[in-house]
């Protein structure tokens, strides 16, 4: 090669090298996964879900999801003509109407009926599958029945997923857009006040007000005693005290016409003054509890509300303690109800599915009701929340246990 050529490929070589040099960092950090994060590849679901389980999974998934579609609009069929007659006495927008109320009517009620429509999706489309001869195939084909299970159990951690997500975080946001269009627009009137209210807010703290107004988020008759040793060592009273709404921070209250009495043995000393800006350990939500209330906290407020409460010594906590662990027991609802659907399912049968149809729609609805009864009953009668909560799950586990036991091979 003579001097020109050589001179002629300097440049498009040099641009090459530039780009090499460019990319490097890239190739050596390519290397480097390949080399340390080759473990990542058994993370990929294709290399575990096959042709049988994504046929399974979809149909399983389309059917929740269309089953949620019917049974809903029906509801929603229903309510308007249970309700319209208010929505017109009491002039709700149409706006209102349909994004503030029936925009979160639907995702509470598609989450408190799931496990319904898991175990009417897993029958549905199981029946279908064993009535076109598909299950015996599949067995006949040399798939076990633990086999066969993956793919509803997969599709039931989704749901169950799913599920405890939005009643966590999303549909406690929700319902308190919901109840507020009830109080507006449906004459359901929450409790907006309290009276004679007393409560601990601090080690040795304990306060009390006569009347709390929460619509004005200000009290009247208010007083403050910090006990030392069992002795009152600081007694403050107002006349009112004013929540401070507009505070980056929280606690912070005003109080008019107030009165310090500090007390050190045989000394007293007693300031005054029109007024103050104080900080109390207690917020609006401490003060009034109105039917329900526990259902608009996300599951992070409801721990922190609770331990706030133990701490202070409150009786009224069993009923949060109980929607905070129902939230965790009913998204485990899907694997049971999926248990006990495929295995009432699965058997081709020449009546029909309709008798065990039935017998599966009672165990359902059975559970629902066990789940509400606890509820109730831990309430009423004070028992453990956690117990209540997952007693319907320890009973049908031993059920779908059993029709597990005695389902075709």
Request: positive net charge.
């Amino acid at each position: 090669m003579n001097y020109y050529n050589i001179k002629r490929w300097r440049k498009p070589l040099k641009a090459i090298r530039t780009i090499k040099n460019a990319f490097a960092p890239v190739i050596n950090a390519m290397k480097w996964a390949a080399k340390y994060l080759g473990w990542m590849k058994y993370l990929n679901p294709k290399r575990y879900l096959k042709i049988l389980d994504w046929y399974i999974i979809k149909k399983f998934i389309g059917t929740y999801f269309y089953a949620i579609a019917l049974i809903i609009s029906i509801s929603i069929v229903f309510d308007v003509n249970e309700n319209l007659a208010k929505f017109t006495q009491y002039h709700a927008p149409l706006k209102a109407v349909v994004f503030d109320y029936y925009m979160n009517f639907v995702p509470y009620f598609a989450n408190l009926f799931s496990p319904l429509f898991v175990f009417i999706a897993v029958i549905f489309f199981t029946s279908k599958l064993a009535g076109n001869s598909e299950i015996i195939s599949m067995l006949a084909a040399g798939v076990s029945k633990r086999r066969l299970m993956r793919p509803y159990m997969i599709s039931a951690a989704l749901i169950s997923a799913l599920t405890f997500y939005l009643g966590s975080y999303v549909i406690p946001k929700g319902t308190v857009v919901r109840q507020n269009f009830e109080t507006l627009y449906k004459n359901k009137k929450k409790n907006t006040a309290a009276e004679n209210v007393q409560l601990q807010v601090g080690k040795g703290v304990i306060a009390y007000i006569q009347f709390y107004d929460n619509n004005r988020k200000r009290g009247y008759g208010f007083c403050l005693d910090k006990f030392e040793n069992k002795k009152v060592v600081s007694h403050m009273t107002a006349t009112e005290i004013q929540y401070d709404t507009i505070s980056e921070s929280k606690y912070h209250w005003k109080a008019t016409n107030w009165r310090i009495r500090d007390m050190r043995g045989m000394r007293e000393k007693i300031t005054n003054g029109a007024t103050i800006d104080t900080l109390v350990m207690m917020e609006p939500t401490d003060l009034v509890f109105s039917k329900g209330q526990q259902e608009t906290f996300t599951s992070p407020q409801l721990r922190d509300y609770i331990s706030k409460q133990i701490d202070r010594g409150s009786g009224n906590v069993v009923q949060y303690e109980v929607e905070y662990h129902k939230r965790i027991a009913s998204s485990f609802a899907s694997f049971i109800l999926t248990t006990i659907g495929l295995s009432l399912s699965s058997r081709k049968r020449k009546g029909g599915m309709g008798m065990y149809l039935g017998i599966g729609l009672a165990l359902s609805f059975g559970y629902i009701m066990l789940q509400t009864v606890s509820a109730t009953f831990a309430i009423q009668a004070n028992t453990p929340a956690m117990l209540a909560a997952w007693i319907p799950n320890i009973i049908f586990s031993v059920v779908a246990w059993f029709c597990y036991r005695n389902a075709p091979n």
